[in-house]
């Protein structure tokens, strides 16, 4: 009664406040400070990455040279003048002959050159998508990490705060005299090592941003915030799967075999040979008139026929088409694996939701209202709130994996993952 009394009358401090552990990578900014960035506003900062400019240029350069194959050579000019009597009087008339030459390639070279240059043009396409779809992949990989992370630190926030309340709740009745000696320990030990975690996991909270930031080429990663969510509304049915031959990385190839058989015929084409083929007029000092020349040129095949360079567009001919087999047997076994662990994950989170996580809520509710009062049920108290921590923890340790997946699966099918 004296001590409720000189708690009322302020002569006696209530108790001491129990120590808080903060991160303050997580709340370094608030409102207007804070940079919040959003995967689509990611992916958009994605496409002017130094890297993917690179690209670009590399197929601009790959369009300009398709729209300049197949042209036909520029006609050349011609001009011929004989005997022109400089100094000796027997040559006292002149001829002089002026005309065009122009070469013809022959053998379907045109074709298969300009065909060539468009499928090169098309695999330069191909690198491009590919390239932006592994930054975006590394980008949204990181993203979604980051979100654990803050989640996690959100969750042993939560259960730091919730220690905090009941040590603060057992020092209050010290300090009024009732003894609640065994209990104070325990949650001092339970707050301590909640600490602990929360500093651990806002170490690897910084990290991530850091290395998101990073990956932007964003100086001041403190001001960054990713928003979003780790969890799908939905899993998409397991029989909806893109057509494989319109995988990026089997699309590459096949257009590597069109591209190699394309260069094996401009090779063949380039064993025979152009003609050339001239005409001009001729006038003769002295007369009237001129006189109309033709003329062709050939070249004879009789030492290089280009066999070297056929030997070799078909050895890499091959080459493409064993490439393209090895794409699509490792394809289809990626795909398979990734979602025999897609629908693993999918197992797990299942059982957490459905048995493992309110199981243990209810058996902490049931110890709380028990007030925990002997040793015995104290330690099942700590014990379960510690596994409902772990379970919740391992939820979000499994979405981020499934995330990752899914991730994973969008680089090899090339569709789009869900922003749900």
Known sequence: MYSILLV???????TDEPPQCRCEAATVCAGESCRELDLDQ??????????????????????????????????????EFEDLGLSNPAFSRSQTTLGLTQELPLGGRRGAQTKSAQLEARQAALDLAATRRLLGTEAAALFFETLAEAQRLNLLAAAQEEARRELLRLRQREGLGEGAGHETLAWE?????????????????????????????????????????LRRSQTPPASVQPDKQAWPE??????????????????????????????????????????????????????????ASIGDAAAQLRRAQAIQRQVAIKGTLKAAQLAQRLEAVRVQLERLHAWTQPALERLVKALGLRQAGTGGELAALMGARERLLEARLRELELQTEARRIELEQSLLTGTEVSHE
């Open 8 to 14: 009322l009358w302020g002569l006696l401090p209530l």
């Open 189 to 229: 030990a339970e707050l301590s090592s909640t600490c602990g975690a929360l500093l651990e996991e806002c170490d690897r909270y910084q990290q991530q941003l850091a290395a998101l930031a990073g990956l932007l080429g964003e100086p001041d990663w403190q001001r960054l915030r990713p928003v979003g969510t």
């Open 250 to 307: 089997l699309e590459a190839a096949s257009v590597g075999v069109q591209q190699a058989r394309a260069n094996l015929e401009h090779q063949h084409s380039l064993a025979i040979p152009d003609v050339a083929i001239g005409a001009g007029l001729r006038g003769l000092d002295g007369f009237d008139g001129q006189t109309l020349v033709f003329s062709i040129a050939l070249p004879l095949p009789v030492f290089d026929r280009n066999q």
């Open 42 to 79: 990611l992916l958009a900062l994605v496409d002017g990455l130094p890297e993917l400019e690179a690209a670009k240029a590399l197929e601009a350069a790959a369009v300009a040279r398709a729209q300049g194959a197949g042209r036909l050579p520029n006609p050349e000019l011609f001009g």
